[in-house]
């Protein structure tokens, strides 16, 4: 069963920083491209960034570009999201997410891992 | 303002047939494969549709997609209580290098 288990989530004051990691599990985790995707409260779906299996490939949403960084340690088959320089507008919970297999559509996701930045 | 472009909201009775549309343009929806969300209260999105239209393992044929041109729609037929959920669809935008979703709709069923 793939597990993807969100972690490192909680109130951080603006300008701060926090690390978020996914734990991923039930899966050949170095076969498959991962994403961040997050919901402010009451808000729609945002994807913020992608990483390809070997970490050759990462993509940012304007949003995020320069201020979070992606990464992801296959040994560990854990992702990992680095957020500095944070703001009320990055005020959501964060969900890991993988594509099903053979096609396109984020398939698998987190239960999700909420940060409030808030002084 | 998200990059696609959904309803706000639809309704419809229970048993009846309900569509969702999604707007975009070439370099989304018109370019690439079409996936659709279904969020219920408090819990993560589901994946409904992936592909324009296939549908994953477990979800039922009553849940389907198309795409046509620079749109997509969702197609829900026999509607139940159940349903009432917010729907997204989602697409790679290849201009901006980016996943993109819609703002989402929230589906009522009357």
């Known amino acids: 069963e793939v597990q993807l288990v969100e972690s490192g989530g909680g109130l951080v004051q603006p300008g701060g920083s926090l690390r978020l990691s996914c734990a991923a599990s039930?899966?050949?985790?170095?076969?498959?491209?991962m994403n961040w995707v997050r919901q402010a409260p009451g808000k729609g779906l945002e994807w913020i960034s992608s990483v390809s299996r070997s970490s050759t490939n990462i993509h940012y949403a304007n949003s995020v570009r320069g201020r979070f960084t992606v990464s992801r340690d296959n040994a560990k088959t854990s992702l990992y999201l680095q957020m500095n320089s944070l703001t009320a507008d990055d005020t959501a919970v964060y969900y890991c997410?993988?594509?099903?297999?053979?096609?396109?559509?984020?398939?698998?996701w987190g239960q999700g891992a909420l940060v409030t930045v808030s002084s | 303002q998200s990059v696609l472009t959904q309803p706000p909201s639809v309704s419809a009775a229970p048993g009846q047939w309900v569509t969702i549309s999604c707007s975009g343009s070439?370099?989304?929806?018109?370019?690439?494969?079409v996936s659709w969300y279904q969020q219920l209260p408090g819990t993560a999105p589901q994946l409904l549709i992936y592909?324009?239209?296939k549908r994953p393992s477990g979800i039922p044929d009553r849940f389907s997609g198309s795409k046509s041109g620079t749109s997509a729609t969702l197609g829900i037929t026999g509607l139940q209580t159940g349903d009432e959920a917010d729907y997204y669809c989602?697409?790679?935008?290849?201009?901006?290098?980016?996943?993109?979703f819609g703002g989402g709709t929230k589906l009522t069923v009357l």
């Open positions: 989602g697409t790679w935008d290849s201009s901006l290098s980016a996943v993109v």
């Open positions: 997410a993988r594509d099903i297999t053979g096609g396109n559509g984020f398939h698998h």
């Open positions: 592909d324009n239209n």
């Open positions: 070439r370099s989304n929806i018109g370019d690439n494969y």
């Open positions: 039930g899966f050949t985790f170095s076969s498959y491209t």
